[in-house]
C-alpha cells in the first residue's frame, strides 16, 4: 500500500481496496477500522487531518481478511454493545444491535414494576460472550447474575469480559440446558429474571445467510435442527417454569418466523401470559412470559 499523507487520502484508498461490501457498510467498516487503528474519528477523516505513518499496521492483510468476509470484529478482536467494549472471537456469536433491545425491555420491565432499586438474581442461558450477562449486571442495581453456557471457549471469553466490564457480580458455569433437567439436576436458586438468546437458526436458513457470518461465526451458537426448531425453549421453558419467582420474568430472543410457535412453548410449559414482541423494524424479535398477577 502506497504511502498516504491524509486522513481522507487514505481512506479513499482503503475503501477503494474493500470489495465484498456495498459502498455505505465498507464505509463504516473502514471508518471503524481507522478509529481502532489510528485512533481517528469521523470528523479526522471528513476534516482530512494530516497522518504521519501508517506502515506500522499489515493493512494488507486486513483487507485480505475483510474482503475473504471475515468480520471486522473478529479482526479487531473486540466490538461494542451496550455502550460497553466486548471482546470477540470466532468461539461466540458478534454481539448484535436488536439485542440490545432484550436488555432495554429488561431494565424498563424493572422500572415498570418499582423494582428496578431491588436486589434481584438473574440467569442468562447460552451467555456466548457475556454480553446480556454483563450488561444487566452493570445496569440494574443490587443485580445477582449467572451465566450459563456449553462452550468452555465462550466462558473464557465470557469470563475476560466480565473482567474488562468490572462485573464482578456474574458467575459463569458450564452447563448443558438440553441436558440439565434430563440428568435429574435441580436448581435451588429462585430466579427474578431468565433470559436467553439460544440457537434458532434452522440449517435450510443457512443458504440465506451472509457469508461473514455463515464461514466464521460458530454454528454451535447458530443452528438447530430443521425438524426440531423450537428445542432450547423447551429447554428452557421447563427450567423456568421451575425457577422463576411468581412475579418474575422470561424474555428471549427468537426466531421471527416461530414467533407464535415459541409463544406456545412456554404456555404449554404453564406460563399464564405469554407475548410476542418486536423489534425497532417490527420483527418479531422475542417472546415474553410471565405468571399472570393474582
Same mark, same amino acid.
Given at each position: 500500500?502506497?504511502?498516504?499523507?491524509?486522513?481522507?487520502?487514505?481512506?479513499?484508498?482503503?475503501?477503494?481496496?474493500?470489495?465484498?461490501?456495498?459502498?455505505?457498510?465498507?464505509?463504516?467498516?473502514?471508518?471503524?477500522?481507522?478509529?481502532?487503528?489510528?485512533?481517528?474519528?469521523?470528523? #479526522?477523516?471528513? =476534516?482530512?487531518?494530516?497522518?504521519?505513518?501508517?506502515?506500522?499496521?499489515?493493512? #494488507?492483510?486486513?483487507?485480505? *481478511?475483510?474482503?475473504?468476509?471475515?468480520?471486522?470484529?473478529?479482526?479487531?478482536?473486540?466490538?461494542?454493545?451496550?455502550? *460497553?467494549?466486548?471482546?470477540?472471537? @470466532?468461539?461466540?456469536?458478534?454481539?448484535?444491535?436488536?439485542?440490545?433491545?432484550?436488555?432495554?425491555?429488561?431494565?424498563?420491565?424493572?422500572?415498570?414494576?418499582?423494582?428496578?432499586? &431491588?436486589?434481584?438474581?438473574?440467569?442468562?442461558?447460552?451467555?456466548?460472550?457475556?454480553?446480556?450477562?454483563?450488561?444487566?449486571?452493570?445496569?440494574?442495581?443490587?443485580?445477582?447474575?449467572?451465566?450459563?453456557?456449553? &462452550?468452555?471457549?465462550?466462558?473464557?471469553?465470557?469470563?475476560?469480559?466480565?473482567?474488562?466490564?468490572?462485573?464482578?457480580?456474574?458467575?459463569?458455569?458450564?452447563? @448443558?440446558?438440553?441436558?440439565?433437567?434430563?440428568?435429574?439436576?435441580?436448581?435451588?436458586? *429462585?430466579?427474578?429474571?431468565?433470559?436467553?438468546?439460544?440457537?434458532?437458526?434452522?440449517?435450510?436458513?443457512?443458504?440465506?445467510?451472509?457469508?461473514?457470518?455463515?464461514?466464521?461465526?460458530?454454528?454451535?451458537?447458530?443452528?438447530?435442527? @430443521?425438524?426440531?426448531?423450537?428445542?432450547?425453549?423447551?429447554?428452557?421453558?421447563?427450567?423456568?417454569?421451575?425457577?422463576?419467582?411468581?412475579?418474575?420474568?422470561?424474555?428471549?430472543?427468537?426466531?421471527? &418466523?416461530?414467533?407464535?410457535?415459541?409463544?406456545?412453548?412456554? =404456555?404449554?410449559?404453564?406460563? =399464564?401470559?405469554?407475548?410476542?414482541?418486536?423489534?425497532?423494524?417490527?420483527?418479531?424479535?422475542?417472546?415474553?412470559?410471565?405468571?399472570?398477577?393474582?
Amino acid at each position: 500500500m502506497n504511502e498516504i499523507t491524509t486522513s481522507k487520502q487514505f481512506f479513499d484508498e482503503l475503501l477503494h481496496q474493500i470489495t465484498v461490501y456495498e459502498t455505505q457498510e465498507a464505509k463504516e467498516i473502514v471508518f471503524w477500522l481507522l478509529e481502532h487503528e489510528l485512533g481517528l474519528k469521523k470528523i #479526522d477523516i471528513l =476534516s482530512n487531518r494530516p497522518i504521519n505513518s501508517t506502515k506500522s499496521i499489515d493493512w #494488507d492483510s486486513i483487507v485480505k *481478511r475483510l474482503n475473504n468476509h471475515e468480520p471486522i470484529q473478529y479482526i479487531l478482536g473486540e466490538t461494542t454493545f451496550y455502550g *460497553r467494549r466486548f471482546l470477540v472471537d @470466532d468461539s461466540v456469536l458478534i454481539p448484535r444491535p436488536e439485542t440490545e433491545e432484550l436488555v432495554d425491555y429488561v431494565c424498563e420491565w424493572e422500572k415498570k414494576t418499582n423494582r428496578i432499586e &431491588s436486589e434481584k438474581k438473574v440467569i442468562d442461558i447460552g451467555t456466548g460472550s457475556g454480553c446480556i450477562a454483563i450488561s444487566l449486571a452493570k445496569e440494574l442495581s443490587n443485580a445477582q447474575v449467572w451465566a450459563y453456557d456449553i &462452550s468452555e471457549k465462550a466462558l473464557v471469553t465470557a469470563q475476560k469480559n466480565a473482567d474488562l466490564n468490572q462485573a464482578a457480580n456474574v458467575s459463569f458455569e458450564k452447563v @448443558d440446558i438440553l441436558q440439565y433437567l434430563s440428568n435429574g439436576a435441580q436448581s435451588k436458586l *429462585r430466579f427474578d429474571i431468565i433470559v436467553s438468546n439460544p440457537p434458532y437458526v434452522t440449517k435450510q436458513e443457512a443458504a440465506q445467510m451472509r457469508s461473514n457470518v455463515l464461514n466464521f461465526e460458530p454454528h454451535l451458537a447458530l443452528f438447530v435442527e @430443521d425438524n426440531d426448531p423450537l428445542i432450547f425453549y423447551q429447554a428452557i421453558a421447563n427450567f423456568a417454569i421451575q425457577t422463576l419467582k411468581e412475579d418474575g420474568l422470561v424474555i428471549v430472543e427468537i426466531n421471527e &418466523s416461530l414467533g407464535e410457535e415459541t409463544a406456545g412453548v412456554f =404456555s404449554r410449559a404453564g406460563f =399464564s401470559e405469554t407475548e410476542v414482541i418486536k423489534d425497532l423494524h417490527q420483527k418479531n424479535r422475542f417472546v415474553r412470559a410471565a405468571f399472570l398477577k393474582r
